[in-house]
Each structure stands twice: as C-alpha cells, then as structure tokens.
C-alpha cells in the first residue's frame, strides 16, 4: 500500500486518483503509524513551506516521515513535498526542513519572468533513474510554484528545468525521490512517471518478500 499523507496541504484525491489509475494501491492518511508503516509514501502538498512544517509537526507526522524514509522504503515527494525534504525554506523567514537532503528552497529570482512559474515546461534529464523510465529528454510537465530547491550535493540531481535559470526538477538518492512539477497534472508523462513509482514499489516489496523464503 502507498500512503499518500494528508497534512492539510494541497489535492490530495486527484493524486489517489492517479496513482491508482496506473495500477497502484493507494491511500490518503494522516496517520504517523499508517505512514510509517507502508510499503511506499507520497508525500504531495501546495502552499507555504512553513506552514506546511508546522502542520506535519502538529500531526506529528515528522518523525513517521524521517523514520519511513530511513527504513529504506520508496519515497515520492511532489512539489511543496520535494520542498520539504530538504534542510531549510527561505519562504516568508527560514524555517527547518525534514532534513534529509542537504540544500535549501529559494524564491525565483524577482525581474524577467514572472513568478510563480505556471505551465508546461521541459526536463532535461541529466542521469538515468527509474522513475523516468521511458520519459524522453526534453518531455513536458506542469508546474506551479514560486520556489525551487538549491541542493549541496550535484549527485542528487536527476534532471533540470529551466525558467530564467536551470533549476532542479527531480532529484534521488537511493530510495528517496522528489519532482517539482505535478505529475498528476502531466498528462501521459505524469502518470508514466507515476507508474514507474508503482513499479519501484512493486520491486521493493517483492525483493523483501524474496528475502523472507
């Protein structure tokens, strides 16, 4: 089961929808132990990064998220979601990540294009990863947001976009995975990407299963 976390940030039922549209097994919980527990989690969510800190504190959601992800288990976040994996947020003052990922959120850059960045825009895939299985460089998705994450560490990247300069739109390491844009609202290559999620999440638990025989 992949549990898609209710924080009170963002749509969670078209993200259900879609996930479960290419064969996944998910459900929307605000539960520490449910999250921590299942075999996946998407972590999605809009808004603003401290707010949305503030609430998984308040449902005491941190620890089940860090915990999850440390396991080792497949780990999804989508937009504000991506956000939050990292260290620090520059949105409104500095506010404290989850703290998995070394880097930090920053605003576009005020002047030339307009902020926040909505639209279709382009991935320039920059290594593979199994999340963009079959996703051609240079493919499109849909964006929303006015921030975007600066990692310490290159290796972490998996492929840029560009609005006024090149920016991270997905990044990995290991079990952990995070995308800028909404893949639920990406059309083919969404719910492509969305697929092969479920795919990494079908692998995961069958190697486990594999290891108990």
């Not at 898609?4 to 097994?25: C, F, P, T, W």
């Not at 921030?147 to 492929?159: G, K, L, W």
């Not at 844009?181 to 999620?197: D, T, V």
Request: hydrophobic share 40%; proline share 6%.
């Amino acid at each position: 089961m992949i549990a898609i976390v209710d924080y009170g940030m963002g749509n969670l039922r078209s993200v259900e929808k879609a996930v479960q549209r290419v064969g996944g097994r998910a459900a929307i919980s605000a539960e520490p132990d449910a999250v921590q527990e299942a075999d996946a989690v998407i972590l999605p969510g809009v808004g603003a990064f401290g707010d949305a800190m503030q609430n998984l504190r308040d449902r005491q959601l941190v620890d089940a998220l860090v915990n999850h992800i440390q396991s080792g288990k497949p780990f999804l976040g989508i937009c504000l979601g991506m956000h939050l994996l990292f260290e620090e947020g520059q949105e409104m003052g500095r506010h404290p990540g989850l703290g998995v990922l070394p880097g930090k959120v920053v605003r576009f850059p005020a002047g030339g294009l307009k902020v926040p960045h909505v639209g279709w825009n382009q991935l320039q895939i920059l290594r593979p990863s199994p999340l963009l299985a079959g996703v051609a460089d240079g493919s499109y998705t849909y964006f929303v947001h006015s921030y975007h994450v600066v990692p310490e560490e290159e290796s972490v990247v998996i492929a840029t976009t560009d609005y006024g300069l090149p920016y991270a739109s997905v990044v990995g390491q290991g079990n952990l995975l995070g995308v800028q844009f909404h893949p639920e609202k990406s059309q083919e290559i969404g719910l492509r990407i969305l697929a092969n999620f479920v795919t990494i999440v079908s692998q995961h638990v069958g190697a486990l299963s594999g290891e108990g025989n």
